[in-house]
């Protein structure tokens, strides 16, 4: 008589344990990659200032482009002024953080080489063991983030992007 009882309040526990663990995971939101999960979070120096640091989860509320860059990538050199004119134009409504994959350097110290006399304005970030970039599955450079608001990832671009796209691009960020 007592295993009937037993059995039956033992599966309703477990069954109410995981509907409220799903319901706990969509509360919290899944984090990865994809389009729609929750952008993976970081906190990462600024390159010209060892002291202070920039923590993607204290932009929420923000639209965010986060893009990954190195001073040997071609590509990502080509495209720096087209942010910086980007950035110049919509810094009040986009916040806009390039991430130098700081482990892929030859030298450290290239990454500020390359950007010193450039005038760029948008904050640069150094990621030294390239672990911001490990979280993002970046492969090949420069590849770009598109952040909602509320943390999830809108859209993302593998490659030089133009002006056009960027603009494209951040127009569909909610």
């Given at each position: 008589?007592?295993?009937?009882?037993?059995?039956?309040?033992i599966?309703?526990g477990?069954?109410?344990?995981?509907v409220?663990?799903f319901?706990?995971?969509?509360?919290r939101?899944?984090?990865?990659?994809e389009?729609?999960?929750?952008?993976?979070?970081?906190?990462?120096?600024?390159?010209n200032?060892?002291?202070?640091?920039?923590?993607?989860?204290?932009?929420?509320g923000?639209?965010?482009?986060?893009n990954?860059?190195?001073?040997?990538?071609?590509?990502?050199?080509?495209?720096?002024?087209?942010?910086q004119?980007?950035?110049?134009?919509?810094?009040?409504?986009?916040?806009?953080?390039?991430?130098?994959m700081?482990?892929?350097?030859?030298?450290?110290?290239?990454?500020?080489?390359?950007?010193?006399?450039?005038?760029?304005?948008?904050?640069?970030?150094?990621?030294?063991?390239?672990q911001?970039?490990?979280?993002?599955?970046?492969?090949?450079?420069p590849e770009?983030?598109?952040?909602?608001?509320d943390?999830?990832?809108?859209?993302?671009?593998?490659?030089?992007?133009?002006?056009?796209?960027?603009?494209?691009?951040?127009?569909?960020?909610?």
């Amino acid at each position: 008589m007592v295993k009937k009882i037993i059995i039956p309040l033992i599966l309703i526990g477990l069954i109410g344990y995981a509907v409220f663990d799903f319901v706990e995971d969509k509360k919290r939101g899944i984090t990865g990659i994809e389009i729609g999960n929750m952008a993976p979070d970081f906190e990462l120096q600024l390159l010209n200032d060892e002291n202070e640091t920039i923590r993607l989860s204290d932009l929420k509320g923000k639209k965010v482009v986060v893009n990954f860059w190195a001073s040997w990538c071609k590509p990502c050199r080509e495209e720096m002024p087209e942010i910086q004119e980007f950035y110049e134009t919509k810094s009040d409504d986009i916040e806009v953080l390039a991430v130098n994959m700081t482990a892929s350097e030859v030298k450290a110290e290239n990454a500020h080489e390359f950007v010193e006399g450039k005038g760029y304005t948008f904050p640069l970030l150094v990621d030294p063991k390239n672990q911001a970039s490990s979280d993002y599955k970046v492969l090949g450079l420069p590849e770009t983030f598109f952040i909602n608001s509320d943390g999830t990832i809108n859209d993302f671009i593998k490659g030089q992007m133009d002006l056009e796209m960027l603009e494209a691009k951040v127009g569909k960020l909610k």
